[in-house]
């Protein structure tokens, strides 16, 4: 069952929660790092992009730092060779340092260390606490044993001099990739697997993005991380529940082997959203068969795609904030994460008319040479955002859904010998009919408007019985291509076991709108720029494919909140 949602608006830095309760214990008089500057780390492994899931675990390492007036390193986990890149490495730098944070000159390779995990490797060996083991990949399966029943290895009472020859050879290359590893002597019959003799070591001859073909025997993360941390001076290891389980074994990493400190690792759930996937597996699949348009489409949960749907960095990190740091497992619904963003937009995006499915509108009896500009507020939400001069004449735009030739009932929009509706920000207007095409589609709404109800507030003591209609003119409208989007998946749980989660692809993810029609001025705009459209929804313009002459805007969210407070 996911835990309840809190939506409190608690600023930031009164926020608490368990892991601050740790550290605050471990600073205090008497606690083990007393006297000690926090000290965390956040190590993502370049082989994909970050998404919503990373950024609930960097916002917790760089802001339990910030909090306590610490340090955070970035260091990239690129301890595994496969499919690593630098391109992923620039990417995410990218992607931490838009949402607020910065590692200052503390940026690490976990790569830069393999010499020192060697070191530290033959000094486990040297302590008969390491051996190396010859039982193939499908062998170790075999011996790895059950509950109550202990693993086994033959080669557990390998001399010490005979594994420092072997882990050698490993090194220098002269055994094929699975005929040999180094593993830790433990327990084999441990209660918990990761115990039970592991892998410390596998061979793997693989071109390194950064080390080339230096190595080819290569570190397993449960060894590598805790001497990582250690090296750095982490006082900290902040990380997923998922290694909770690990947390026996980086302990007795730390305390073997000879390092300069002895960090604590804290584990706090993961963030699961409904109607996404969070494995880069399974992202890098939607990539690599077309599924989506890159890692930045603005369907996917990676934070390359947030931002260019048109999430700010406050949304996100209101949003991780507010979820909270639980020791249990959560899905958030999706909505509160657009819930986070609407808030931000509503008091930070200039309002705009925009017409996405366009009818024209004559006003018959507005003089057909006249041409004025009425005044409208950029955000009534912000007294300094002033107002503008929007252009207004016979010939407008509005919505082909303000319009209805037979009314239904309750409709309160445009139908011949309707209620007036206010023009916004103009006047009031009265619909006298609509001129069809041959197939009786309405190409053109007909209306008069009353030329002494200029500036169509409702302030003005008037009262109308219809709607408030937005509009473009259609003499300066620009052209515009607007994209609107929708869950990635039909299904809440994608990643359910027994389907396919490609099955549950939402074909409708995607709708592309072209000929839509918006207000002058837009055409001069610059992504990453937000907008609400009004009565639409909050738009921003696309930094990919929007260019001079060809605007592109997605929809970010819409206007109505679904989620329940």
């Not at 309840?4 to 008497?30: C, L, V, W, Y």
């Not at 950024?55 to 760089?62: P, R, V």
């Not at 995410?92 to 503390?106: T, Y």
């Not at 982490?234 to 082997?257: D, G, K, Q």
Request: negative net charge.
């Amino acid at each position: 069952m996911a835990d309840e949602i809190k939506t409190t608006q608690e600023e930031p830095s009164e926020s608490r929660n368990f892991i601050h309760a740790f550290i605050e214990e471990d600073i205090a008089p008497g606690g083990q790092y007393e006297g000690m500057t926090v000290h965390t780390r956040f190590p993502p492994e370049p082989n994909g992009y970050l998404h919503i899931g990373h950024c609930k675990a960097l916002t917790i390492d760089f802001g339990t730092a910030e909090k306590y007036g610490g340090l955070c390193n970035l260091r990239m986990d690129d301890t595994n060779p496969t499919k690593e890149d630098e391109e992923f490495v620039e990417a995410i730098k990218e992607d931490i340092h838009w949402l607020g944070f910065d590692w200052g000159d503390r940026f690490f390779y976990g790569s830069d260390y393999f010499e020192e995990d060697y070191r530290q490797a033959v000094g486990l060996i040297r302590k008969g606490l390491a051996y190396v083991c010859q039982l193939s990949p499908e062998e170790f399966r075999a011996h790895r044993g059950e509950i109550g029943v202990p693993a086994t290895s033959p080669y557990r009472d390998r001399p010490v001099e005979e594994s420092l020859d072997l882990f050698a050879r490993m090194r220098a290359g002269e055994f094929p990739n699975g005929a040999m590893t180094l593993r830790a002597k433990i327990d084999l019959a441990s209660g918990n697997f990761n115990m039970r003799d592991p892998v410390l070591y596998r061979i793997n001859h693989m071109h390194h993005h950064r080390q080339g073909d230096k190595w080819c025997i290569y570190p397993m993360y449960d060894f590598a991380h805790p001497i990582q941390d250690a090296l750095e001076g982490i006082t900290h290891s902040l990380c997923s529940l998922e290694f909770e389980a690990h947390r026996p074994l980086y302990n007795w990493v730390v305390e073997h082997c000879d390092l300069p400190a002895r960090p604590r690792q804290i584990e706090f759930a993961r963030l699961g959203i409904d109607h996404t996937v969070m494995s880069k597996r399974k992202l890098r699949r939607l990539v690599e068969e077309g599924r989506v348009s890159g890692w930045d489409d603005p369907r996917m949960p990676t934070l390359c795609g947030l931002r260019r749907r048109g999430y700010t960095p406050r949304s996100i990190r209101n949003f991780c904030e507010r979820i909270g740091v639980a020791k249990s497992s959560n899905v958030v619904e999706y909505g509160f994460l657009e819930h986070c963003l609407r808030e931000d937009l509503n008091e930070t995006a200039q309002r705009v008319m925009a017409v996405l499915r366009p009818v024209r509108l004559t006003i018959t009896n507005y003089p057909a040479d006249k041409q004025e500009t009425v005044t409208v507020e950029n955000n009534p939400l912000d007294e300094a955002a002033g107002t503008r001069e929007v252009a207004f004449s016979r010939n407008l735009w509005i919505e082909v859904d303000d319009f209805l030739a037979e009314p239904v009932p309750k409709y309160k929009r445009l139908y011949p010998s309707g209620p007036e509706c206010r023009l916004k920000g103009a006047y009031l207007i009265t619909c006298t009919g609509c001129v069809k095409d041959e197939a009786g589609n309405v190409v053109e709404v007909l209306a008069e408007y009353d030329p002494e109800s200029r500036g169509g507030d409702p302030a003005d003591g008037r009262k109308v019985k219809g709607a408030t209609i937005h509009w473009v003119d259609a003499g300066t409208a620009v052209d515009a291509e607007v994209r609107l989007y929708d869950n990635l998946f039909t299904d809440a749980d994608p990643d359910a076991a027994e389907k396919d989660f490609l099955e549950c692809l939402n074909p409708h993810s995607l709708e592309t709108l072209t000929g839509c029609k918006v207000e002058a001025g837009l055409e001069r705009a610059e992504a990453p720029a937000s907008f609400q459209f009004m009565r639409l929804g909050y738009f921003c313009l696309d930094s990919r494919d929007s260019r001079p002459g060809h605007l592109v805007f997605n929809r970010s969210v819409s206007l109505k909140d679904s989620f329940k407070k």
